[in-house]
């Protein structure tokens, strides 16, 4: 089993890859509903104010118009007044002369015309509703002066009306002018009832599209959301996620897939862990296991029998050791707890070269070029030192072994047997071990941990025999020398 490998397919699950559509339970449309209503507010917001700025200045148009209609009329009567002499006869319809006055008076439809005789008496009716005669106006029409005003607010018939009486002079009477402002005030509930269901319109088309166009745009938002829902209650890990689109959620999608794809990978990569690290276990352990079934009859053994029984003891219980560290290095992966430093890799391999020759004894030569490095120092420093002391496993006295640092690549050249054809691609597999190297000692996992450190380096590992006739093998790794490591999935 090997340490990084290439990116694999999600685990299958019975039956195929399950689809979002097959998933249980339906998501609330929470997120849909506040973009309806946010769509709905912003054109509500919107309306009032559009609609509420249009009525008012519509209205006060409206209003201008009418008063400023109602005025003119009212500066025509006072003008023609003090011009000539007028009498009631002239207002009424019988008079030759009335309809060009009349014209003249109600140029608005809104304004209505009441003569009153020298009296005070209604001499010809307002239309459509005679209009109300107080003492004042009775006073106008039998006053001298002409021209003479009184403007009044007066409710006849159910309507509001504007009523001005203008005095005709000398006792001759008087003509009320009269604007139906109840007629404006129609017109402007007509006018606040139409901009109010606008409004209303708008508003609700707002959040219809807000509701559609919420529903595109969450669609696949939501589709994550059960994929993400499933997962967590599940467990499981092969959910079909969407990965399309360019926008944010797309690559929220893509980004998903990704990482459920390498929790599928760790998932399997632990599983297998488990399962190769308890077949690797019970051989020590079985073999500690018969060696203390026999230590109660210790004393009956021969001398030759007791040293090879002991000192099976200690090997079985060294290399028991060292498989569970090295196991538990790398199910915990503390490398990865180890932050990114500067230092010089040809330092790093002299600290190393002088480590292996105590431990072992052996004479290790290191070429080196000064290389100074950003990476994970302890880490590389354990894949050196696996590498010379898999060297020296396979190399025997007098020979040497090589440590050579070059920028960019390391490599340990030894003298052994060097390694089959057959197992030159599997060296750095977890607890692959060559037939030749089934007796010696070791966890089968030193090469695999140089690979992993390798790869979280952005480096690759090689293994080749050496072209010479005396033998040997070069086994190492290549890594960018600007490049800061990487975390491994």
Do not use: C
């Given at each position: 089993?090997?340490?990084?490998r290439p990116r694999l397919p999600l685990l299958p699950h019975v039956g195929g890859l ?234 929220l999608g893509r980004a998903f897939d990704d990482m459920l794809g390498r929790l599928a ?44 029984l002991l000192d099976d003891l200690a090997t079985e219980t060294r290399e028991l050791s ?168």
């Amino acid at each position: 089993m090997s340490g990084l490998r290439p990116r694999l397919p999600l685990l299958p699950h019975v039956g195929g890859l399950r689809k979002l559509s097959e998933l249980p339970g339906k998501l609330p449309a929470g997120l849909r509903v506040r973009f309806a209503v946010a769509f709905a507010g912003v054109a509500a917001l919107v309306a009032v104010l559009v609609g509420g700025l249009g009525y008012d200045a519509a209205a006060n148009l409206i209003r201008h118009d009418r008063a400023s209609d109602f005025s003119q009329s009212l500066d025509t009567l006072v003008a023609a007044v003090d011009q000539s002499p007028l009498y009631p006869s002239d207002f009424l319809p019988s008079n030759q002369n009335h309809d060009q006055l009349e014209d003249r008076l109600t140029q608005s439809g809104d304004i209505g015309i009441q003569v009153l005789g020298p009296a005070g008496n209604v001499v010809e009716q307002g239309a459509p509703d005679p209009l109300p005669v107080d003492a004042t106006d009775r006073r106008l029409a039998t006053g001298k002066k002409a021209g003479q005003i009184h403007d009044v607010t007066e409710d006849t018939g159910g309507d509001r009306y504007r009523v001005v009486t203008v005095s005709l002079g000398g006792g001759r009477g008087a003509v009320q002018l009269s604007e139906r402002l109840s007629a404006t005030d129609d017109l402007l509930d007509i006018l606040l009832e139409r901009t109010a269901l606008l409004a209303t319109t708008v508003v609700l088309a707002a959040g219809a599209a807000g509701w559609w166009l919420a529903g595109r745009i969450t669609r696949r938002l939501v589709s994550l959301t059960g994929a993400a829902e499933h997962v967590a209650s599940t467990g499981t890990l092969d959910v079909d996620v969407p990965r399309r689109g360019s926008d944010e959620i797309g690559r929220l999608g893509r980004a998903f897939d990704d990482m459920l794809g390498r929790l599928a990978r760790s998932k399997d990569d632990q599983r297998r862990l488990v399962q190769d690290a308890g077949h690797e276990l019970r051989t020590p352990l079985t073999s500690l296991r018969t060696n203390i079934a026999a230590l109660p009859h210790l004393d009956r053994l021969p001398p030759e029998s007791k040293a090879a029984l002991l000192d099976d003891l200690a090997t079985e219980t060294r290399e028991l050791s060292v498989l569970v560290n090295e196991l538990v290095e790398l199910a915990a992966d503390r490398r990865e707890a180890e932050e990114p430093t500067e230092f010089d890799l040809d330092v790093l391999a002299e600290r190393v070269a002088d480590l292996a020759r105590r431990r072992t004894g052996r004479e290790i030569v290191v070429e080196a070029v000064p290389v100074p490095l950003t990476g994970r120092a302890g880490a590389l420093q354990r894949a050196l030192t696996n590498l010379v002391e898999n060297a020296a496993k396979f190399t025997s006295e007098p020979s040497e072994i090589l440590l050579r640092v070059q920028p960019g690549r390391v490599a340990v050249l030894d003298r052994g047997p060097g390694i089959d054809e057959a197992d030159l691609d599997r060296v750095f597999d977890r607890f692959y071990r060559a037939t030749a190297a089934r007796s010696l000692p070791g966890s089968g996992l030193g090469l695999a941990i140089v690979r992993e450190v390798a790869e979280s380096h952005g480096g690759t590992v090689f293994a080749r025999n050496r072209p010479d006739s005396r033998g040997g093998a070069e086994i190492g790794f290549t890594f960018p020398v600007s490049s800061p490591p990487t975390k491994r999935p």
